[in-house]
């Protein structure tokens, strides 16, 4: 895997919040978890979204694939 390099310009109070977070950490490592959980989101938004514009025997199919969890 390779890695892309992003800059990212913090407002102060968002700095003052990272730097508190990772106390002297990774602060890369805090920012990519917290654009995996933005991502994963997403997801699951559009996911959800696409369940509820399914009709007929699609949602039905939905519905018995949901009921067996």
Do not use: C
């Not at 990212?8 to 654009?35: I, W």
């Amino acid at each position: 895997m390779t890695a892309d390099t992003i800059s990212v310009t913090l407002d102060p109070d968002l700095r003052k919040d990272l730097d508190a977070e990772v106390a002297g950490g990774n602060r890369s490592a805090v920012v990519a978890q917290a654009v995996r959980e933005y991502l994963d989101r997403k997801r699951i938004a559009a996911a959800a979204e696409w369940h509820a514009s399914l009709t007929g025997d699609d949602a039905a199919a939905l519905e018995a694939f949901d009921a067996q969890w």
